[in-house]
């Protein structure tokens, strides 16, 4: 045709005044945009450029969809395929498409249809429409009135779920879906149409598959038909993840410290972007705890905020004094942009108890609270970061909660960094510049004044054709700062220059062996820092890759001064179903250098041989090590082994540490052992102390299981005394809705 369109048939009558050509038999139509249309019997009206089929018709589309349906109208005028009919979309995954009608717009790449309309995946989930858009280009699909059946067996975790989501709307790419204003939930139908166990109802529900997780905006969590927790922002692993989780409801508790108790959750949607949480807990022998939970969302901020109150213990004792105990805890953040590539924030913290021991006598955790914090925050917060800047600024107040300190608080007033980068190219390679300024007083009358200025230069890396890598370091450090009654540094305002300058070689040889890939990696890194340092007063593990640091003091206004050489390597061994990772290193310097700390071994001219290993022999079978050999090669002074193993129905994670002469004095273990069966799961942990010889701790739980609820008991022992808390024997009654986490009440397994 004039339009580049071309029809082959084996039959064709041709009326020259109308301009209208009647086809029969293996009817082949092709447009300019390469769909194809196969039908046997057919009519073209070249003056309206419409081509009509008559019966069955099927459609090849440049995108290579594959549609099977009848009496199709091909209105190349418009660029319009369309039918009336019932018709069946296969798409390039194999993605079946049952439609009532349909309009295909060739130049755009887009399916329109409207009814009733049915989608099955090659995964067997279904999904079902009252109108949907596909656009065949962006391989993304629009659809309303959504009703998702996922019968895939791998999002269920129990044979008898029956995963479903019910939405207004629904829109689906390769990587993501997401739909508005949904209703999901994982449970098992139940007899005459009743509300299932559990619901999420979000504003957004979106699914990333390669991330294997769900997200919900303004969610509300549902537990027969009765809203319990409502979350601006949530997420969770999805199904296919084997990991479960859940939200708790009512919870009971017996504790030596407190008693017999009930806590109760009250939940409250005070509108679409806040809510309101009153959690009551009633002890028998105790007065009662209020704690009250606030949550408000605004555009790209939030605010939260926790509070606590009780009139204290009924019956004091020695230790057990008399007095109202509470807490505040608040929180707010905001992020925003000052340019379009820049992103910021800022955030205000507020943490206040009237006890030390009052958030771990009544074990308080939220979103906010941690009953095992032993520190207090108070803090401004800002912070400012483009593509090549970074800018920090903060003003802290800090409370310590730990018995015996000299002094409970520490000020920070302010603490500014600003991190730029310089130079980024390919002759000299990155050069990076930091600034911090950091005001600070504590134990009373300490104060300090440091600005600290590093230069830090990274060489663009030299490679050769035999694997062979090697690039320059160097780093300029400018300590400027005046002190009072902090013997270690001069009382004089003070300017100190301290630099270093590195060489990092490294070799990379691979090898293959059978169905195995070997990748060894020797490393060498020498570097030189003229000058002297301050004796550090603190210290850190060395280990395999802070071994290789060009400045391994832990204060950042300290410097590592000497000449030294770090030897190491990494190994690598990676098969079908298993990896194999070792890291070793050691320091090998110039003289003795007394003023780095001992923790780090670093005060000898030979430091520790610190190495660590990750053995994944399959899914079920993992081995974690890290060590550190004292230079005579014969002593552990830090050993620490980690071990999962997961034989169904069994499951074991084992994890031993020691630590000794100048990293610790520690030496312990932990042990869980989870046994699964149909009927529900028994556990078992345990903390055992083998300098002492004695345990901290015992945890027995057993939890009952049906296909979207768990429910549970839990006995926990204690074997340590603090203050005026006693060594816990505990029981405690919990509800879990799988496969969500624990969520808005007390968590007892610590």
């Known amino acids: 045709t004039e339009d580049n369109n071309s029809i082959k048939s084996d039959y064709a009558e041709y009326n020259k005044i109308n301009k209208f050509i009647k086809l029969r038999g293996n009817i082949i139509a092709t447009d300019n945009e390469n769909n194809i249309i196969k039908t046997s019997n057919a009519e073209y009206d070249d003056s309206q450029k419409l081509f009509k089929s008559f019966g069955i018709t099927n459609l090849i589309t440049s995108d290579n969809y594959k549609i099977e349906s009848e009496d199709v109208i091909f209105d190349n005028k418009n660029s319009i395929i369309k039918s009336q009919k019932k018709t069946t979309i296969t798409d390039t995954d194999n993605n079946l498409i049952y439609l009532k009608n349909f309009e295909y717009l060739s130049k755009k790449n887009i399916f329109k249809s409207i009814g009733k309309i049915e989608i099955k995946d090659r995964s067997n989930n279904t999904y079902e429409f009252s109108q949907i858009y596909i656009d065949t280009n962006k391989k993304e699909l629009l659809g309303t009135d959504i009703k998702a ?84 922002k949530l997420s969770h ?71 606590g109150f009780t009139e204290g213990y009924k019956k004091t004792t020695s230790t057990k004094k008399k007095g109202d105990k509470s807490h505040l805890f608040s929180k707010f953040s905001k992020n925003f942009n000052l340019t379009e590539d820049s992103e910021n924030l800022f955030e205000v913290n507020l943490q206040n108890v009237s006890d030390d021991k009052y958030l771990k006598l009544y074990k308080v955790k939220s979103r906010l609270v941690d009953d095992k914090t032993n520190t207090l925050e108070n803090s401004l917060k800002f912070s400012h970061e483009d593509e090549d800047m970074f800018l920090g600024i903060n003003a802290s107040i800090y409370e310590t909660l730990i018995e015996g300190d000299n002094d409970k608080y520490e000020y920070i007033y302010p603490e500014i960094t600003v991190d730029k980068n310089l130079i980024n190219n390919e002759k000299i390679g990155n050069i990076d510049l930091q600034s911090n300024y950091k005001v600070r007083k504590y134990d009373t009358n300490k104060f300090s004044n440091f600005l600290v200025n590093d230069l830090n230069w990274n060489f663009k890396e030299i490679n050769f054709f035999n694997g062979f890598k090697t690039k320059l370091l160097g780093n300029i450090k400018n300590v400027n700062y005046e002190t009072k009654n902090l013997d270690i540094y001069k009382k004089d305002t003070t300017s100190e220059i301290y630099g270093a300058i590195g060489h990092l070689s490294e070799i990379n040889l691979f090898k293959r062996a059978g169905l195995s890939e070997h990748l060894l990696k020797p490393k060498m890194l020498i570097r030189y820092s003229p000058g002297g340092m301050r004796k550090e007063e603190f210290g850190y593990r060395l280990d395999p890759i802070n071994a290789f640091n060009i400045n391994r003091a832990d204060n950042k206004n300290n410097f590592e001064n000497g000449l030294s050489t770090t030897l190491g390597l990494d190994y690598k061994i990676k098969s079908k179903n298993s990896d194999f990772d070792f890291s070793v290193a050691q320091i090998i310097n110039d003289t003795e250098n007394k003023k780095m700390h001992p923790e780090t071994s670093l005060d000898e001219k030979l430091s520790d041989v610190v190495g660590s290993a990750i053995f994944n022999l399959n899914d079920n079978f993992s081995i974690n090590y890290n060590f550190s050999l004292d230079q005579n090669y014969s002593e552990l002074n830090y050993n620490e082994l980690g071990t999962v193993m997961n034989f169904d129905p069994f499951k074991l994670d084992f994890n031993y540490l020691l630590e000794n002469k100048h990293i610790g004095d520690k030496e312990y273990f932990k042990t869980k052992i989870d046994i699964n069966n149909k009927d529900g799961l028994i556990s078992f942990e345990t903390k055992r102390n083998l300098i002492t010889n004695s345990a901290e701790f015992y945890n027995l739980s057993y939890e009952y299981l049906n296909d979207c609820l768990r429910a549970g008991i839990v006995y926990r022992r204690e074997f340590y005394t603090d203050s005026e808390l006693e060594p816990e024997n505990s029981l405690m009654f919990k509800v879990t809705l799988t496969p969500f986490g624990n969520i808005g009440s007390p968590s007892f397994s610590q």
Not at 243 to 249: A, W
Not at 281 to 297: D, F, T
Request: charged content about 25%; hydrophobic content about 30%; glycine content about 4%.
């Open 149 to 232: 059946y996922l019968n895939n067996e791998n999002f269920k975790i129990n044979e008898k779920n029956k995963p479903r989501v019910f939405a207004n709307t629904l829109k689906i790419d390769e990587k993501k879906s997401s739909f508005g204003k949904s209703i999901f939930t994982l449970c098992d139908y139940r007899e005459k149409d009743k509300c299932p166990p559990w619901t999420i109802q979000s504003k957004k529900m979106l699914h990333d598959s390669k991330k294997k997780t769900i997200y919900y905006d303004n969610a509300v969590v549902k537990v027969y038909n009765v809203p319990i927790f409502y979350f601006p």
């Open 237 to 307: 692993p999805d199904p296919t993840v084997d990991r479960r989780s859940g939200f708790l409801t009512p919870s009971f508790s017996n504790t030596k410290n407190l008693g017999s108790g009930i806590s109760i959750p009250y939940f409250w949607a005070l509108s679409n972007d806040k809510n309101f949480t009153l959690t009551s807990r009633y002890y028998v022998s105790e007065n009662p705890l209020l704690i009250g939970e606030y949550h408000q969302a605004f555009k790209n901020s939030f605010l939260f905020a926790d509070f």
